[in-house]
């Protein structure tokens, strides 16, 4: 029999976790509370493996193989089988332990518990559950199919067995594991929200405008994005929060969100998802056109 994986929350992240675990062979129970948000998840997993497909990166087999191993459903009735549950539902604490008390009723014991959250604590969602050492963060980057890295969280109580068998899984599915410990931020947010509060806090200051400071990221450290249109591509609103977390977390002022990007987000300019950010998005989310803002 395949294995059997159940990832809760069908959006951006549960699609993409979704698609990759299906297209290695795994049987997926797709979970959402939304049905539209299911039907949603199934179209994009179709266009993304269309565009697999068109590169020549998959076959016709497996694009149908990888749709057929992916059960949509909207309760967690159906995931008493699995081995591995994903949690990629929206980023809130109180819904996390709500969900994890949830998961933890309905699947089997011996299932590893994975969280797929950018900034809350492992060790916090662990302890709503009855089996903290089965507990672990498995954070994939956007866009899941594409992006090789998979940051993997011990928790304070993560067993060293569960963390092997999740490293394992990752490798399974082509990616490339990294293991680090609970703190706040793990290790990507920690060093990149610095990086981009930095690089606004030097838009604020007057020090350079926003096509000179990522032009200087960009040609300067070989960097794909640069800092401010990556803000924008992850939400102003995303980045605000982690930065939260980071300056909780620490008590140190460093992590201190630039008051720049918290007047943004009090005023709806979320980047590339509401139309503008350090960006204007009003022709196409690829158009590099500095907000009228900051010129
Ligand atoms: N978007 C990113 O770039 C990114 C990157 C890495 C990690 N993450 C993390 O991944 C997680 C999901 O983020 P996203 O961007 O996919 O969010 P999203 O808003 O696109 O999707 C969240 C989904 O969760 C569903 N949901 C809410 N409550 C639920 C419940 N009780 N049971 C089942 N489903 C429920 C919603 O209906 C929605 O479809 C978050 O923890 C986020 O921090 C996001």
Do not use: W
Not at 198 to 225: C, N, R
């Amino acid at each position: 029999m395949d294995p059997i994986i159940s990832v809760i929350g069908a959006g951006t992240m549960g699609n993409g976790i979704a698609h990759v675990f299906a297209q290695h062979g795994f049987t997926v129970n797709l979970v959402d509370v939304s049905k539209p948000q299911l039907d949603k998840a199934i179209a994009v997993i179709t266009k993304n493996l269309d565009r697999q497909l068109a590169k020549g990166t998959i076959t016709e087999a497996i694009k149908l193989s990888t749709l057929q191993n992916i059960m949509p459903m909207t309760s967690m009735a159906g995931i008493g089988e699995s081995q591995l549950v994903v949690e990629a539902a929206t980023e809130n604490t109180e819904l996390k332990l709500a969900i994890f008390k949830q998961i933890d009723e309905a699947a089997p014991e011996g299932c590893i518990l994975a969280t797929n959250t950018s900034s809350i604590s492992i060790t916090k969602i662990a302890a709503a559950t009855r089996r903290p050492g089965q507990v672990i963060g498995m954070h994939f980057m956007n866009p899941v199919p594409v992006m090789k890295l998979v940051e993997i969280i011990n928790g304070y109580a993560t067993k060293k067995e569960v963390t092997e068998k999740v490293v394992e899984l990752s490798r399974q599915l082509g990616k490339i594991p990294c293991v680090v410990n609970d703190y706040p931020g793990f290790i990507a947010n920690r060093i990149l929200m610095p990086m981009i509060n930095e690089a606004i806090y030097s838009l604020y200051e007057g020090v350079a405008g926003v096509e000179e400071i990522d032009t200087v990221m960009k040609l300067g450290m070989a960097h794909p994005m640069g800092p401010l249109q990556l803000a924008d591509f992850i939400g102003l609103d995303v980045c605000l929060s982690i930065l939260n977390v980071l300056h909780d977390g620490f008590g140190n002022p460093k992590y201190a969100p630039c008051p720049l990007l918290a007047n943004m987000v009090m005023a709806g300019k979320l980047g590339i998802k509401s139309g503008e950010g350090f960006y204007s998005y009003a022709l196409s989310s690829k158009d590099l056109v500095v907000s009228s803002r900051f010129i």
